[in-house]
């Protein structure tokens, strides 16, 4: 069984592993740039895959959630990738508009991922010098 998990054809995602959620890992395709972690049950998945847009379970609204359904900031699905166990993905996506996080820069913008502070020592945080816009960025 193992060995068709793991070198097999067949898309069996074990959502059983971790109480029906897998995590995903949401990629700018042309970029690289990591933009957030989600999560995604049966449902999410099905949605994803039917509608193209990344769709998630939202753990806090305990509800299906399509990112930029409210904000107009949807993730297109460009490629689904699996690991070898089927429980965990990675959407790589294109930004269909100006950020991934439901976080707000200075300029009261969407941020474009939700990786913004990077951790300076053992308890505080630094602006990280990926962000993509203009607040706290070195001279």
């Known amino acids: ?6 070198e097999g054809l067949a898309f069996t995602p ?7 959620l897998l995590p995903v890992v949401v990629q700018e395709l042309s970029t690289g ?5 989600g999560y995604a049950n049966q ?5 994803t895959l039917q509608s193209g847009m990344a769709t998630f379970w939202s753990t806090s609204r305990k509800e299906l959630w399509t ?9 297109k699905i460009e490629n689904i990738l699996v690991d070898c166990d089927q429980d965990a993905l990675i959407y790589q996506v294109r ?22 502070r990077a951790v300076d020592s ?6 990280a010098a990926i962000q993509t816009t203009t607040e706290n960025k070195p001279d």
């Open 33 to 37: 740039a990591i933009l957030m972690l």
């Open 122 to 127: 053992f308890d505080t945080l630094a602006f």
């Open 95 to 116: 930004m269909l508009g100006s950020g991934a996080c439901h976080t707000k820069d200075a300029n009261n913008e969407a941020r474009k991922s939700c990786f913004y």
């Open 1 to 6: 069984m193992k060995k068709v998990l793991e």
């Open 67 to 75: 990112k930029g359904k409210t904000s107009g900031d949807y993730l």
């Open 43 to 47: 449902a999410a998945l099905d949605e």
């Open 14 to 20: 074990q959502f059983d592993k971790r109480g029906g």
